[in-house]
């Protein structure tokens, strides 16, 4: 008696996926619909591709085999209107050929929605993506993202081209909205090219972005809040009510202004005088005296905002880094060398 034999034998897999490909928001056959976006684009799919490739679309869509089978699934059309539709197409598109078509304008969204319906193989994808075509514009978005979704890979490879490219990241609209968490994280870099100067700066730009904008939100408007005239800041935060060190207190403290030389402190603090970014007077040069406005911004901030810049003038005074916190005398690699610098070293005689 002859012996029984099988095996499984895999056909061109290329020419499976393109004949899937055909059916992709294709009417013919097509069980169920979405209306998707602002547009209210119609999308055309086909429930048992859906339910088999993705749970969340199987609980969406009903018929998942808990049902009694009397039970009539949902018929829809179902109205996604968060979504954009190229976005809900990339989704789609993935589902029905394990493959999808990416460009800069969605990668993000896309990868929004691969955490959303638990698609672990198109957040990959996205992820890879969006690490091969970083650019200065997109990599504080790309960058924000990451955290929000706990991507460790895309964190460190966002922070690794900032630090490449700091001083025109900076002036990016998506710097300016990073989150107060991730902005501390990048401000924790050793390796971010720009002086400490600049640094500060950038800081205070970003913060009055974020106190308008934050308080913006609050009120129903856009979070896509451009910088804010000087002569209008006054007026706006008043009726805002997101005071300036409020929205800084966390990124403020990593600041390392022990790198600063005297004359750029004492700039610092006249600009202060204005919006309170680091809301303290100096010490007098290791006294113990605060200055005139020192005990209004004492009580806005911090007592480790409080020390940071009495540490800094400390360390002027006394010539040495002697009480200030080693991470804050450590110079950038874009720190511009200034004089005082070889007193900040520990191991300097």
Same mark, same amino acid.
């Given at each position: ?78 109205? /996604?209107?968060?979504?954009?539709? @190229?976005?809900?197409? +990339? %989704?789609? &598109?993935?589902?029905?050929?394990? #493959? *999808? =078509? ?89 390796? /971010?090219?720009?002086?400490?100067? @600049?640094?500060?700066? +950038? %800081?205070? &730009?970003?913060?009055?972005?974020? #106190? *308008? =904008? ?109 009480? *200030? ?25």
């Amino acid at each position: 008696m002859a012996r029984s034999c099988s095996a499984r034998l895999q056909g061109e897999a290329a020419a499976f996926t393109a004949a899937l490909r055909t059916l992709v928001n294709n009417p013919q056959f097509s069980d169920v619909t979405f209306v998707v976006g602002r547009e209210q684009q119609r999308v055309f799919a086909h429930r048992c591709v859906l339910a088999c490739r993705c749970q969340a679309f199987r609980g969406m869509l009903g018929g998942c085999g808990e049902d009694p089978p009397s039970s009539v699934p949902p018929q829809g059309p179902f109205v /996604l209107g968060n979504v954009q539709p @190229d976005v809900f197409l +990339a %989704v789609i &598109e993935f589902l029905y050929t394990n #493959s *999808v =078509s990416l460009n800069s304008h969605i990668a993000l969204e896309v990868l929004t929605s691969s955490v959303e319906y638990g698609l672990q193989d198109l957040c990959k994808l996205c992820v890879e993506f969006i690490k091969d075509t970083l650019s200065v514009e997109q990599v504080c978005e790309a960058l924000q993202a990451a955290v929000t979704y706990g991507q460790a890979d895309l964190q460190q490879h966002c922070l690794a081209f900032i630090e490449s490219c700091t001083a025109a990241v900076v002036r990016t609209r998506g710097f300016h909205e990073l989150s107060d968490t991730v902005l501390a994280r990048v401000l924790r870099s050793d390796r /971010l090219a720009v002086d400490e100067l @600049d640094l500060v700066q +950038a %800081v205070r &730009e970003w913060a009055h972005v974020s #106190s *308008v =904008s934050a308080a913006q939100r609050g009120r129903g408007g856009s979070q896509n809040t451009p910088p804010v005239p000087d002569a209008q800041l006054g007026v706006l935060q008043a009726v805002l009510g997101r005071p300036v060190p409020e929205v800084a207190a966390l990124p403020v403290q990593e600041l390392r202004l022990p790198l600063l030389a005297p004359s750029e402190l004492a700039t610092l603090e006249s600009h202060n005088q204005r919006d309170l970014l680091i809301p303290v007077s100096c010490l007098d040069f290791g006294g113990a005296g605060f200055g005139i406005w020192g005990e209004v911004g004492a009580t806005l901030m911090s007592p480790s905002q409080v020390e940071s810049i009495a540490a800094a003038w400390r360390s002027h005074a006394l010539r040495r880094s002697s009480g *200030v916190p080693p991470q804050l005398c450590r110079p950038r690699r874009g720190t511009r060398p200034r004089d005082h610098h070889r007193h900040l070293d520990p191991h300097a005689k």
